[in-house]
């Protein structure tokens, strides 16, 4: 399985690679070392693929079908890993956002009811009524 990794790794790799080169932001004598590489690790796959082979016929390419499969799966529950924590973070991130809502939306009401209060107190007739109120 760590075979197919590399070579998926390495494909990734080469066009980018390739596209430095062509630009001449790195020299040939890194792209003569990666292909290097790569021709060492078509070695290792082609050794055991033919290793595979003496234990039954055609089994090689078997093995190497199967663990890219699982390499694939892989990666697609890592992909979904960190999707249900972004999911997570974000729900904590709205949660903290609902909570400075309501908390503004309280302290507002109290603002509001707090100036209706002292409206209340401060007209003439409310002042009338409390003065025949003490009298």
């Not at 055991?48 to 890219?68: D, M, P, R, Y």
Request: charged share 40%; proline share 1%; hydrophobic share 40%.
């Amino acid at each position: 399985m760590e075979g197919v990794v590399r070579v998926l790794s390495m494909r990734e790799d080469k066009q980018v690679l390739a596209n430095l080169v062509k630009q001449g932001t790195v020299g040939d004598d890194i792209w003569t070392q990666f292909t290097l590489s790569e021709k060492e690790l078509e070695a290792e796959i082609m050794a055991i693929v033919e290793e595979a082979n003496t234990f039954k016929e055609n089994w090689g390419q078997s093995i190497l079908q199967t663990a890219s499969e699982m390499v694939m799966h892989e990666k697609t529950k890592q992909m979904q890993k960190e999707l249900a924590l972004r999911r997570e973070e974000e729900a904590r991130k709205q949660a903290v956002r609902d909570q400075r809502k309501e908390k503004k939306e309280k302290k507002e009401k109290k603002e509001e009811t707090d100036a209706l209060a002292a409206t209340k107190e401060s007209t003439p007739a409310a002042a009338a009524a409390e003065v025949e109120a003490t009298a």
